[in-house]
């Protein structure tokens, strides 16, 4: 089961940094994406990363703009979001998908409730 955290409401230009953990089970065997859902729009992935090889893959409106990072001692992938724009504003989820650098595999799974991050002009 993963759980997403660390959501919130930001200025425009401003950081967020998204938390993933994972509650009875490792991320070792995982590859973990981040999605995001707006209002009235279809979910989209964002940012994917293969925890044992750390290879790692984003979708191009983010890139340069978020990094995603694992700490598998902890069980938990991050999202660090930077220069933030309000069309970022979404419900964020992590899933386990696969993920390589070409990017990451579908999800079939039941979704979590997910991080409101909200980013205001």
């Known amino acids: 089961q993963l759980q997403a955290s660390g959501g919130g409401l930001v200025q425009a230009g401003g950081s967020l940094r998204l938390s993933c953990a994972a509650s009875?089970?490792?991320?070792?065997?995982?590859?973990i994406a981040w999605f995001r859902q707006a209002p009235g729009k279809e979910r989209e992935g964002v940012a994917c990363?293969?925890?044992?090889?750390?290879?790692?893959a984003y979708a191009d409106f983010v890139t340069g703009r978020f990094t995603i990072s694992g700490d598998n001692a902890k069980n938990t992938v991050f999202l660090e979001m930077t220069r933030l724009k309000p069309k970022d504003t979404a419900i964020y989820y992590c899933?386990?998908?696969?993920?390589?650098?070409?990017?990451?595999?579908?999800?079939?799974?039941?979704w979590g409730q997910g991080t409101q991050v909200t980013v205001s002009s």
């Open positions: 899933a386990p998908v696969p993920c390589d650098p070409s990017g990451w595999g579908p999800y079939f799974g039941s």
């Open positions: 009875g089970g490792t991320l070792g065997y995982y590859g």
């Open positions: 990363i293969n925890t044992p090889s750390g290879n790692t």
